[in-house]
């Protein structure tokens, strides 16, 4: 039973548009959620994360919406630059328990 | 700061041979550690955590095991490799269960 669901497994957007990754969670105890950004060959790194509190959270290029009613949250990436083509994974816990991540959307932007 | 650090940075390995992957923190103490596999075009899976020494909570029944012989080390081991054993491997670390994960750049598996 996947938690935590990306349900597009790539996308594709052209240089100086915004990019929006998309994840929705099925369990109700999580409070706090975070967006990875993975390079081939690498570890995944630290993007941006948001309380169940917020609805909205920015910094600089990345903004990360949650929409706690719907179980959805989303992360905007503008302008998209050829250096985001990562593949993002958004995770998710609660209560103090385990991170639980997201299958990943791979993210190419074209030049 | 704190680092991360995994070795080998990749392998190759015949099947029913063993593993040994090694992962190791600097800059903290008492982490909980993690290992992740990402199999070729799949997400991340959670294989194993440990909140202190010698403390292995197992995620996912399979060929593999974990140990934990120092509060900064952590180690993935199987006796027998199976040719489903291939994929990214990665250790990760966190101050607590439900924090920010920092992960280690990963050991890419191949067995043939």
């Known amino acids: 039973d996947q938690q935590v669901k990306q349900n597009s497994p790539s996308l594709s957007v052209q240089e100086g548009r915004i990019s929006i990754l998309n994840c929705d969670y099925t369990n109700s105890m999580f409070d706090y959620f975070l967006w990875y950004k993975k390079y081939p060959a690498e570890g995944p790194t630290f993007l941006i994360s948001?309380?169940?509190?917020?609805d909205k959270n920015e910094d600089g290029r990345f903004t990360v919406f949650l929409n706690k009613s719907a179980k959805h949250l989303s992360l905007h990436i503008v302008p998209s630059q050829p250096g985001d083509s990562a593949v993002y994974f958004c995770a998710a816990n609660g209560a103090g328990n385990m991170l639980t991540f997201g299958g990943g959307t791979r993210l190419m932007v074209k030049p | 700061s704190q680092t991360i650090h995994q070795w080998p940075a990749t392998l190759v390995q015949p099947v029913g041979s063993p593993l040994s992957l090694e992962c190791t923190v600097e800059?903290?103490?008492?982490?909980?550690l993690y290992w992740y596999r990402q199999a070729a075009g799949r997400g991340l899976q959670l294989l194993f955590y440990s909140v202190g020494i010698g403390q292995i909570s197992s995620e996912v029944p399979q060929n593999l095991s974990a140990s934990r012989p120092q509060d900064r080390q952590f180690i993935l081991s199987s006796k027998k490799l199976l040719l489903s054993d291939s994929g990214f491997y990665l250790c990760?670390?966190?101050?607590?269960?439900?924090?920010?994960?920092?992960f280690g750049p990963g050991t890419r598996l191949t067995v043939l």
């Open positions: 948001i309380s169940s509190i917020k």
């Open positions: 990760a670390w966190s101050q607590g269960a439900g924090n920010e994960q920092f």
């Open positions: 800059g903290t103490s008492n982490p909980n």
